[in-house]
């Protein structure tokens, strides 16, 4: 007999391909193997002894206050803790119960129901302006095509291309004067019908600069204003472009004084929920979600987003996640721009551990590398 502990991360479902057991059987068992942790907030004490006691039920767990058994305050936090076929069971049970109950039973059947996503993307980043945080992405003209064609041969699924900088305190410049930087872009890409290999994406909020990109065979709106724009949205749905929403607080003038959350996790994931509704209103039906990495954010609101990715997951959407080289890194390390890729790397890994299926970055071979070399360590 050899007995062998495991890593706690293993990928279940092909563990049980290769001991050959049936696919009801693989089914059935890797809903066991994965456990959930869900932070349950201002839940009224009564839901929360009935919860407790269903939780039981199930196999599965409810942390909560001392002193909730005999309702010393109105609400409680608590901590659930199950596996996803408990989950499901206990979503089934509290359809029918009070205190909110039935509410939560929706959220733990979404919760449930997530999957993460088998294949990651890797999406250059190609600056046409000159104030870009990080020198190593500015291009113009030819010298965008050269570097356009060489992320494709290091792996690039997308190109996203921007004129002008979001980095916390720039200021706006006039349409035309973004136009001006991605046109002859945009014109060279269409003259070489880059867009038959790879993707292009336009990271714009204007209306004008996104459907002449578009009309350019670009096919992906990046928009970190997440839809604030009813013309945007109108020009995205005439195209049928896939939309990535991001979310922000603030503008990027003025989204690093001293941004603050409730609860952040609650209140992007509301943010990006009431935005997707907005792009279905619309037509737009191919949808990104992008929580906003060092947009509106302190280093710890941007550590509490990569951890806890996956709870976005639930929203239904694929994740986008662009951290690349971003000033978080020298937070913790004291870096330079120019020295921030292994933290990048470190970020944007576990980023897709937790959920992400898309990572904009600066350094395509170095990213599909590590994506090549995390893949394999998963199987």
Known sequence: MIVEKLNAELNVKNFLEKLDVDARGISILATKAKTHFISIKALNVGGANILK????S????LAVPRGTVLAKTPQVDSLLIATTAQLKKLSRKELGQPF???ELASKLQAIANVTKPESVEVMGIINANEDS???GSRF??????KKIELMIEEGAAIIDIGGVSSAPNTKRVSVEEELSRVKPICDLIQKFKLYEKVAF???SYEPEVIEYALKSGFSIVNDITGLENDDLCRVAAKYKAKVVIMHMQGKPENMQ????YINILDEISNFLSSRVRKAIEFGIEDIVLDVGIGFGKTLEDNLILIKHLEHFLALGYPLLIGASRKSMIAHIDNSSVLNRLGGTLAIHLEAVRNGASIVRVHDVSEHVQALKLQKALSL
């Open 257 to 260: 004084n001293k941004p603050e």
């Open 100 to 102: 909110g109950l039935k």
């Open 58 to 61: 199930v196999g599965a767990d």
């Open 201 to 203: 994406s336009i990271d």
């Open 53 to 56: 006691q269903d939780a039981l």
């Open 133 to 135: 945080f990080f020198s």
């Open 140 to 145: 113009r003209d030819e010298s965008a095509i």
